[in-house]
């Protein structure tokens, strides 16, 4: 099959991208602590504009203190960040490449504490039930505020020259704490019908349309299917797509100019980045998130204690054979039920696999993370003709197990000639130095 559909220009409302490949949100800390654009960050993006991808989305960007997942990435949560944005987004421009920024807010799911150590706010008081950050129930005036928050980046976003806003409204952060049938629990205007658990999306959406204008690019990342027991069976299964389709339908109405189609009920989860869960490597970086919630000792003998962490690895471990495309049946039913745009991630490394797609009408685009991490030139090559990059990411999932202690990078030894290259490709993105 030819790989012609991937290089078709794509016509969103208000933004049109060179290519069918988007790089999909891929966060590092590569940042100041307090949330000031480094540098590193400029580096790192930079690999991808050169590579060839018609547009980045950024990784998750803080629109408040108190929202933040992690210390150590760059946020737009005040005016101050503008001159930041602006840098980068001219940066990337000069490789033909757009740039949008995922505006989000952690709700109940971090990474580690931030300096504020207030409970995150969420649509429930329960903990999050994998690591067991705590929550606070957030009152109407909590999420006008938020609502606020998100309007406000979007309008430093759009100042900033930069060509659009995604709103994550996926893996678990504070949308999918309110649309989850299996996470929200309020008996106000906001929990109980799919209605009402949307209800805060759907303001926020059009909140940010308010603050940029009908001539500004905003998209929503959504996990349309949610699987909320894959890997703890205890709780709910959460949304199905025929929930998520409806909200799809609600937010196109409400402004949306695109659907970024995504999975899971938190990040990560066995879907989404599905693939290797690799034991070794994720006992050695879990620290503070072990400490951090209220699940310390459980968590400490569920990854450490055989056979409790064997049953455990099966239940995430995806076959490398099963990760290609998994959210393609997802972003059909969404491209059947919406007219806008439909971007699909998980999977995609292999041309053939996203010029399918594309023709056959499953979705107008892809995103990619792990295929870009591992080959920032992936669509130079599939212009080259290469159906499959000559060495692949294999799904390992080593990067996202180090993404908390070390910079991101590929951290698959089996793909570099030895210890010392891949090092050399980690350590690549400090380079110019700031
Ligand atoms: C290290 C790492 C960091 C990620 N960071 C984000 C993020 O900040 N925001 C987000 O929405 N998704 C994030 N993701 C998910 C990816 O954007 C993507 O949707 C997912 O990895 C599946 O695509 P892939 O198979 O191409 O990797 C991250 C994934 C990885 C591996
Ligand atoms: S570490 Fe490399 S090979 Fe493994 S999943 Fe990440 S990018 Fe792919």
Redesign the pocket.
């Known amino acids: 099959m030819s790989a012609e559909a991937i290089f078709q220009p794509l016509r969103f409302r208000n933004l049109e991208i060179k290519n069918r490949v988007l790089r ?4 590092g800390r590569l940042d100041d602590y307090d949330g000031g654009g480094t540098q590193t960050r400029i580096n790192w993006e930079l690999k991808f504009a050169r590579g060839g991808v018609g547009a980045i989305v950024s ?2 960007t803080a629109v408040d203190e108190r929202g933040k997942i992690v210390p150590g990435f760059a946020g737009i949560e005040r005016d101050e960040r503008i001159p930041f944005w602006r840098e980068l987004g001219e940066r990337v421009h000069e490789h033909d490449c757009k740039f949008i920024v ?1 505006l989000a807010h952690a709700g109940r799911q971090r990474d580690v504490p931030t300096v504020t150590f207030a409970k995150g706010l969420s649509s429930t008081d329960k903990p999050d039930p994998l690591h067991g950050f705590e929550a606070e129930r957030a009152t109407t005036a909590d999420l006008e505020e938020i609502k606020r928050s998100f309007a406000s980046a979007a309008r430093r976003a759009r100042e900033a020259g930069l060509d659009g806003v995604e709103i ?1 409204g ?2 678990g952060y504070i949308f999918t704490q309110f649309l989850s049938s299996a996470i929200n629990d309020r008996q106000d205007s906001y929990g109980g019908t799919l209605e009402n658990r949307a209800r805060f999306l759907l303001e926020t959406v059009r909140a940010v349309r308010g603050a940029v204008g009908h001539d500004f690019h905003v998209q929503v ?1 959504i996990s349309t299917t949610e699987h909320a027991d894959a890997f703890l069976p205890w709780l709910g299964k959460g949304n199905t797509i025929d929930d998520s389709v409806q909200v799809c339908r609600w937010l196109e109405e409400a402004g949306a100019d695109a659907i970024h189609v ?1 999975s899971g009920s938190t ?1 990560p989860h066995p879907e ?2 599905a693939g290797e869960f690799s034991l070794e490597d994720m006992v050695r970086t879990y620290d503070v998130m072990l400490s951090s919630g209220v699940h310390t000792f459980r968590n400490y003998l569920m990854f450490r204690l055989w056979p409790a962490n064997q049953v455990m690895k099966r239940r995430w471990e995806r076959d490398p054979a099963e ?1 290609p495309g998994r959210c393609l049946p997802d972003s059909e039913a969404v491209k059947r039920a919406v007219a806008i745009p439909v971007i699909v ?4 490394q292999q041309a053939s696999l996203i010029a399918g797609a594309i023709e056959r009408g499953a979705c107008d685009a892809v ?5 870009l991490v591992a080959n920032n030139d992936l669509v130079e090559l599939f212009r080259q003709g290469h159906d499959l990059p000559p060495r692949p990411c294999t799904y390992c999932n080593k ?2 197990y180090n ?1 908390l202690e070390h910079p ?1 990078g590929c951290y698959d030894e089996s793909r570099f000639a030895s210890r010392e290259e891949m090092i050399e490709q980690v350590m690549s993105v400090y380079t110019p130095a700031a």
Do not use: D, E, M, Y
């Open positions: 999909s949100n891929v966060a990784s998750w995922q994550h996926a893996n990342k995504s990040f989404n980045p990760v991630t998980g999977g995609f995103s990619i993370a792990r295929g990067c996202l993404v991101i």
